[in-house]
């Protein structure tokens, strides 16, 4: 793997960090690019009351120097501004235990189970007596990192004209009606907080949430990202874990509350003759065309030069006003599960995030065909592939 990240930090902690390893020397990477893709996030018809709290913004801390990479490891920080109510809850160092810090601790401390998250395994595997220990970590704040880091990925294939798009697809019931290419409506997607690309759809899907919110509950929905100008040859057929299909489904699957992930027309191919699904191939004007894309960009865990397109469903939150029946780690109790701060539906978000996922794979498997070493170097070598693919 040659551009990778990890993060740290917890949901109320001081801050989420993040190291990315394997920049190129040469990219221009901007905060303000970065607090753009971080905006993004939070907007989103649905969202709860984290969202008025916190206003991401994130600060470069090392691996720029005066705006471009060095080669180094960048490290993003995005401070938590809700820090300053959970010192004590969440010190990393020892408190006194006077009565006053007790009382705190024990406000935030967390028995009760809540069905659908990591409560249960993540105490059982790990041994906390507190769950708090878990929400703070399996919490989907910490994808306001991932966003970061696929923003800094976004930065890389922008040197190349690889674009990207999100779009949310389905709520609940309604499902979006969506013609042509999502590029065709990214200006209408970004400036939509629930990502969607007509008024009508909007305000079915409005409905669906507004109707959980009222009744306590939470919903979920789907949604498809896109990345255009991929050139051929990204991932490889020789090894499963080379796959580049196999590499974004796994990085898609990843992100809190997604159960599923397809690539092109995904589950429809099992309803569908190869005579009907398979992307014919046709020569013209010097260029390889195919007047289809049920392959979604990828043939045997490589780019074919198509859009990339990949669908992921993501499952209603856990976390609800009215919650569910569970149990009490302490005394075994039957209890109603632990409420934490939610959302409503953040299927939006996901979709923000799922794009930035796709795009640290794409960059990965990019710097991996290309060089990784300096931008020159890599549009040298770039150059010289799509010059060699034209003359095939």
């Given at each position: 793997?040659?551009?990778r ?8 902690g ?15 990477i ?43 490891p960048v ?25 006053e ?8 401390s967390?028995?009760k ?37 696929g ?7 922008k ?35 629930l ?6 759809d909007?305000?079915?899907m409005?409905a669906?949430i ?35 299909d196999?590499?974004?489904a796994?990085?898609v699957?990843?992100?809190p ?34 007047t ?10 490589m ?16 976390t ?33 995030v ?5 795009a ?23 150059n010289n ?5 034209s003359?095939?």
């Amino acid at each position: 793997m040659i551009f990778r990240f990890i993060t740290s930090g917890e949901s109320h902690g001081q801050c989420l960090n993040a190291i990315i390893e394997g920049i190129p020397s040469g990219i221009k990477i901007s905060s303000e690019f970065i607090n753009n893709e971080l905006r993004k996030r939070q907007i989103g018809y649905g969202r709860g009351g984290r969202m008025l709290i916190e206003t991401d913004s994130v600060k470069i801390l090392s691996g720029v120097r005066h705006g471009l990479s060095t080669s180094a490891p960048v490290c993003l920080q995005i401070d938590n501004k809700d820090w300053q109510n959970w010192i004590i809850p969440m010190n990393t160092d020892e408190v006194e235990l006077n009565e006053e810090n007790i009382k705190l601790i024990q406000s935030k401390s967390i028995q009760k189970l809540r069905p659908g998250h990591a409560d249960f395994a993540g105490a059982m595997k790990y041994n906390h007596k507190d769950i708090r220990n878990v929400l703070e970590r399996s919490s989907a704040r910490e994808t306001a990192t991932r966003v970061a880091v696929g923003a800094v990925a976004k930065s890389v294939l922008k040197e190349f004209g690889i674009e990207s798009v999100s779009a949310v697809t389905q709520i609940g019931s309604v499902m979006a009606d969506i013609e042509g290419s999502l590029f065709d409506y990214k200006d209408i997607i970004e400036n939509s907080d629930l990502r969607t690309v007509n008024n009508s759809d909007y305000e079915l899907m409005k409905a669906e949430i507004d109707k959980a919110k009222q009744d306590g509950d939470t919903i979920g929905g789907s949604f498809k990202v896109v990345f255009r100008n991929v050139p051929v040859g990204l991932g490889s057929f020789v090894h499963w874990d080379r796959k580049l299909d196999g590499l974004i489904a796994q990085a898609v699957m990843s992100i809190p509350a997604v159960k599923s992930v397809e690539i092109g027309a995904g589950r429809m191919c099992a309803q569908t003759l190869g005579s009907k699904f398979h992307d014919e191939i046709y020569y013209k004007d010097g260029k390889y065309i195919r007047t289809s894309n049920n392959a979604g960009g990828i043939e045997g865990g490589m780019s074919n030069g198509e859009d990339i397109i990949v669908s992921a469903s993501m499952k209603p939150i856990p976390t609800m006003i009215k919650p569910l029946n569970s149990i009490d780690v302490d005394t075994k109790e039957s209890v109603k599960a632990h409420f934490e701060r939610s959302d409503t539906c953040a299927v939006p978000a996901c979709a923000v995030v799922a794009e930035a996922m796709v795009a640290i794979v794409i960059t990965d498997a990019f710097l991996e065909k290309f060089s990784h070493d300096n931008i020159d170097d890599i549009k040298c070598n770039y150059n010289n592939y799509l010059k060699r693919i034209s003359e095939r």
